[in-house]
């Protein structure tokens, strides 16, 4: 926290000192290269449809005036979009499924879909500099962990060659059976961990959502640290209620932030609450909680 507080007075002095010296539109222009230098460790996007209420553009210019750095879970049709306002999409869709969360990869009457989806879709993620598309585990619906575990190895195997050829992330979502998925089979890491191991590949990872682990799991921290190399993407969301990540909930969210960069963690956490209050004025103080 110190150290924040020291970027802060630095920033401001600098600021201060620049205006004094000469034209307030060069010290705004040093400023911005300041903020851009002592910005955090992580990457963050806010994802879409928690602010569907605001024109994706508009969505797009309030985000990088807040820091982040892209928006999550657009269809293709939206990527451009984001694209043009220097914005990456950290998370992309491959369909619009109503059983896109339910028919998953355990479901082996589904691969023939779940990797056409993907063949399709990966090339063009490629070209539209999109890192990460997202999967699902899908619903148990009576299958045991030792048959569904095997199942989504092997659907996940098939189509991991093109997803290292093209250089884009396939991320599993990890989700809660008990407040908002029933029967969703992929809701503990361990689960997820064991498939990731059996895929062996760098390009298939898992989507940590913290707010579903923790109703499921809790021990955050230590679950992220241990598993850290299986995990290539975050969500957020306050426990309870999938809320503001502010000390209305139950976690430590700058203590879980710092722990995820202390991993070096490279790619994205994306913001999945959903704002009680002004919208962007909560995605703003999540981004600033989670700027370590």
Same mark, same amino acid.
């Given at each position: 926290m110190k150290e924040n507080v020291t970027r802060r007075e630095m920033l401001s002095a600098t600021a201060i000192g620049a205006l004094a010296i000469g034209d307030p539109r060069h010290a705004l222009r040093r400023v911005e290269k300041i903020v851009h230098t002592v910005s955090g460790r992580l990457k963050q996007s806010a994802s879409r449809w928690c602010y569907g209420k605001i024109p994706l553009p508009e969505?797009?210019?309030?985000?990088?005036?807040?820091? #982040?750095?892209?928006?999550?879970?657009l269809q293709p049709s939206d990527w451009s979009v984001v694209r043009e306002h220097g914005l990456t999409v950290s998370m992309g869709y491959t369909n619009d499924r109503p059983d896109f969360l339910t028919n998953g990869f355990v479901n082996r009457a589904s691969h023939p879909m779940l990797i056409g989806e993907l063949e399709r879709t990966l090339p063009v993620a490629r070209a539209a500099g999109v890192p990460n598309l997202i999967a699902m585990f899908g619903n148990r619906q009576g299958r045991t962990n030792a048959e569904a575990i095997?199942?989504?190895?092997?659907?996940?195997r098939r189509i991991a060659p093109l997803a290292e050829e093209q250089g884009v992330n396939i991320c599993v979502e990890l989700l809660n059976s008990k407040v908002d998925h029933p029967d969703y089979i992929g809701d503990h890491t361990a689960f997820? %961990?064991?498939?990731?191991?059996? %895929?062996?590949?760098?390009?298939?990872? #898992? #989507?940590?959502?913290?707010?579903?682990m923790q109703i499921m799991e809790g021990d955050v921290i230590r679950t992220i640290t241990d598993n850290h190399q299986y995990i290539g993407h975050f969500h957020t969301g306050g426990v309870p209620g999938r809320h503001e990540i502010d000390d209305s909930q139950e976690l430590n969210w700058r203590a879980v932030m710092k722990a995820i960069a202390d991993t070096g963690f490279q790619g994205f956490v994306a913001h999945e609450f959903v704002p009680t209050?002004?919208? #962007?004025?909560?995605?703003?103080?999540?981004f600033e909680i989670c700027n370590v």
């Open positions: 969505l797009c210019e309030a985000g990088k005036r807040i820091g #982040l750095s892209g928006i999550d879970l095997p199942a989504a190895i092997e659907g996940l997820g %961990v064991e498939v990731m191991k059996g %895929v062996g590949s760098p390009r298939v990872k #898992l #989507l940590y959502d913290i707010y579903h209050r002004d919208p #962007l004025t909560s995605l703003r103080q999540a």
